[in-house]
């Protein structure tokens, strides 16, 4: 199954003028044919500037399909965590290219790389201080294009992080900023002889930062900080910051990495009397990067975290000019809100709020990622509801939000688990798994951070969970040992073999999204039904219809379904293939047990 799916994803890898002796080659030598040049002209050193390693895919013969993240299945994870092949503790891009495999048989489209680029570490990366090289415990810069190239022969695409709200203080930008109130690159940081600027404006690290403001006791000035306070904000009122970030982007480009998740976008422009955030300014920066994007590599992808509402949201796609894709933050607070009070409403509401967006444009979707669940855009109540609901011990809180996986979340239960996925694979937006979710992985509160949702990936039940051969005491992060989500007990190893796993499961699931368009690209409608545990939806693409009924309670529940603009059509659940009975003017009856959901193909034989 794997090959057939290798060979067709690689299909469209097919050259647009084939020499004579190509077409006599099988369609499998011909894609390694092609493989071997792409990655002979990629051998020379980016950093030079001078090439593209995947030239003729941003030339078009890849990426048919310019709207292809619209139909994509994304995969987050962090290479420190993933796999270790030097057996130094340290996740490495060798042992990611080793498991590559791996994510095709799981059905990924894409895969988002956290931050891997040399960094002091203070914020797992984030604090970055080379934007153009990566960080040696993860390998090296041939290491990076190695498995770069290794994911474009399966037909994975790459986006990685682009961190430009700040920099770490050990950037060398920053060290010159800092170095005298006189240099060059003093304006690229945002300097003040007080601390009294830009008052009220939010604090978002609010555990650990007092102030947006750091005192620089070399320079004897403030500079401004959204984050922890070792990493500065750049100045993006400041062209040559601007021009510096497009050469960072253009160079990544240029290596032939698909696009970028661009890092806290609202905070880029500080205006003195608002919220600094959000601000026109901002969009203007940002428009201006989309194209020369644009321009230059037609194709590539910009997702924007913006942790807003969607109405704040919104303007982030600007006119199909901004860009393409954005996280809708609040639904996923408002999945676990609606589960736990077993009501749509939470959900449907946010939905039914949010704007449209114009037709290249993509939601980004997530039941949990390397942060903290975030509880910053739900009201005080809501906000309590949650903690009460799902963070009682106060070490799984952090910030304004809950340091859990989604398996721990849900206190393992299988169902809950597999509805909410069934819920996210189904909305209108793009799917994002977090690594080790797939398989039901758990978290560790204790760690400090949000280092607890970032531990190792547990591959098998035996030394190190397989991610090491290191001495377990030098582990990145330690492994989760517990009886319940231990590797002994949660690994890749042990769900293949058996076919009833969560493993398995999400794959099929995501076979399932895979065989259709309408859940990237198609309409929803809510429906009604008096039942209000039973969150129920039609998506719609052309002649296409898919009826989802998801059933959020913990017991059993019957709903009548209001289907008579479908009267006639023949439900066809999409997981086994039975044909349920035909739809008339009538009220539809439908009985679910327990947190379980139907996708139907609805077809008119
Ligand atoms: C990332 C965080 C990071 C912060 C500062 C966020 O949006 O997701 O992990 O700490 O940006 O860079």
Known sequence: MMRERREERARYAAPAAAP??????????????????????????????????????????????????????????????????????????????????????????????????????????YDISDYCAIHPNYGSFDDFRSFLAAAHERGLRVITELVLNHTSDQHPWFLESRSSRDNAKRDWYVWSDTDDRYAGVRRIFVDTELSNWAWDPVSKAYYWHRFFSQQPDLNFDHPEVREAIWKVMKFWLEVGVDGFRVDAVPYLIEREGTSCE??????????????????EFPGRV????????????????????????SFHFPVMPRLFMALRLEDRKPLVEIIERTPPIPDGCQWGLFLRNHDELTLEMVSDSERAYMYDSYAVDPNERINLGIRRRLAPLLEGDLRRVQLLNGILMSLPGSPFLYYGDE????????????????????????????????????????????????????????????????????????????????????????????????????????????????????????????????AGAIPVEMFGGSLFPRIGEQPYVLTLSPHTFYWFRLRWF
């Not at 994870?77 to 990611?96: E, P």
């Not at 910009?302 to 894709?325: I, S, T």
């Not at 560790?444 to 098998?460: A, E, F, I, K, S």
């Open 20 to 125: 004579r002796v190509f077409d006599c080659l099988s369609h499998a030598a011909r894609i390694r044919v092609i493989l071997r040049s792409q990655t002979r002209i990629g051998t020379k050193d980016a950093r030079a500037g001078s090439f593209s390693a995947f030239e003729s895919r941003s030339g078009g013969h890849v990426f048919q399909d310019p709207l292809w993240y619209k139909d994509a299945v994304f995969y987050e994870l962090h290479v420190k965590a993933f796999c270790d092949s030097s057996g130094d503790g340290m996740g490495d891009f060798r042992g990611l290219t080793s498991k590559l495999d791996y994510l095709v048989e799981l059905g990924i489209d894409c895969l988002w790389l956290l931050p891997m680029y040399p960094s002091p570490m203070r914020d797992d990366g």
């Open 278 to 295: 959000n601000l026109p300014e901002t969009h203007d920066v940002l428009r201006e990067l989309r194209r020369r994007v644009d321009e």
């Open 302 to 325: 910009l997702l924007a975290e913006a942790n807003m509402p969607p109405d704040e949201v919104r303007p982030y796609f600007g006119n199909d000019d901004e860009f393409h894709m």
């Open 439 to 566: 398989i039901g992985m758990g978290d560790n509160v204790y760690l400090g951070d949000r280092n607890g949702v970032r531990t190792p990936m547990q591959w098998d039940g035996g030394w190190n969970a397989g991610f090491s051969s290191a001495d377990p005491e030098r582990l990145c992060q330690p492994l989760i040992s517990n009886p319940i989500y231990g590797y002994q007990a949660v690994n890749v190893d042990a769900q293949e073999r058996n076919s009833h796993s969560l493993l398995n499961w999400t794959r099929r699931l995501i076979q399932l999204r895979r065989s259709t368009k309408v859940f990237g690209r198609g309409t929803v409608q809510f429906l009604a039904p008096a039942n209000h545990r039973v969150l129920a939806y039609v998506r719609k693409l052309g002649e296409e219809q898919i009826l989802i009924v998801n059933n959020l309670s913990s017991a059993a529940q019957a709903v009548e379904l209001d289907l008579s603009s479908v």
